[in-house]
């Protein structure tokens, strides 16, 4: 009985060491890549592990699969922060309209910037491409 139960203590042992050691490679990795994150805050699901933090005023998350891979990543700031071509061409499609808020979206094929505007009365939704396509974010085909 003690060598049954000394057995099953080392099992579950050597199950969570081997499952920390996981974990701290990604957060070794994440913390390379991301130094000067603040509030990091991890959750493990069955797809994987999710990090919310934030960096330079920034608010993100970042998906990694049980692999520890990059899997995609949400970024929430102003339109102030937009790369140039998308504030452009967001600001011409919607003239009149002040940009509320953005979520930008990145995987391995895309980033795609999902704007939220406001003209004093009502709130509109856009998506936006890299490539400067602009559409509202109800649009089937996505205007590509």
Request: proline residues 1%; neutral net charge.
């Given at each position: ?63 990694y699969g049980n ?54 009365k009502n709130y ?21």
């Amino acid at each position: 009985m003690k060598k049954t139960l000394l057995l099953a203590a080392a099992l579950l042992v050597s199950v969570a060491l081997l499952h920390a050691g996981t974990e701290s490679k990604i957060e070794k990795m994440f913390k390379e890549t991301f130094p000067n994150a603040t509030d990091a805050k991890w959750i493990k699901d069955n797809s994987g592990y999710v990090v919310s933090f934030t960096q330079g005023g920034t608010l993100s998350r970042i998906f990694y699969g049980n692999d520890g891979k990059f899997v995609s990543s949400l970024r929430y700031y102003l339109g102030k922060d937009l790369p140039t071509n998308i504030f452009l061409a967001v600001e011409k499609k919607y003239e009149g309209k002040n940009i509320f808020g953005v979520t930008e979206f990145t995987n391995s094929q895309e980033v795609v910037y999902y704007v939220k505007l406001y003209d004093g009365k009502n709130y509109y939704s856009a998506k936006a491409y890299s490539d400067g396509t602009v559409t509202d974010e109800d649009d089937d085909d996505n205007g590509k």
